[in-house]
Nanobody
Framework: QVQLVESGGGLVQAGGSLRLSCEVS????????MAWYRQSPGKQREWVAS???????EYADFGKGRFTISKDNIAQMVYLQMNNLKPGDTAVYYC??????????????WGQGTQVTVSS
């Protein structure tokens, strides 16, 4: 069974930085794409960034130049470095990986989320 556990959220002032971590259990890490999503109160969950099994990264427009996704295949960890944080970045951040390698689906694995709060 694949499990994802996020950590690293917290309260930070605008302009500050946070590094989120996602620990992935189960011997599946190296062949699956990973992603970070976020959800603010009253809004739908939105995609933040992705990293493919071979290290190709993609970012939502709001994160380009501020957020960096990375992973450690040996430790089975995914990270999201967030710099120059804004109050609009306040959300619960979730880690996601594919149930079927190469395919994003509604049955994918998700973590429980970690709260990020950015004060003005």
């Amino acid at each position: 069974q694949v499990q994802l556990v996020e950590s690293g959220g917290g309260l930070v002032q605008a302009g500050g930085s946070l590094r989120l971590s996602c620990e992935v259990s189960g011997n599946v890490f190296s062949i699956r794409n990973m992603a970070w999503y976020r959800q603010s109160p009253g809004k739908q969950r939105e995609w933040v960034a992705s990293i493919s099994y071979d290290g190709i990264t993609e970012y939502a427009d709001f994160g380009k130049g501020r957020f960096t996704i990375s992973k450690d295949n040996i430790a089975q960890m995914v990270y999201l470095q967030m710099n120059n944080l804004k109050p609009g970045d306040t959300a619960v951040y979730y880690c996601r990986t594919q149930r079927t390698p190469g395919i994003w689906s509604e049955s994918d694995f998700w973590g429980q989320g970690t709260q990020v709060t950015v004060s003005s």
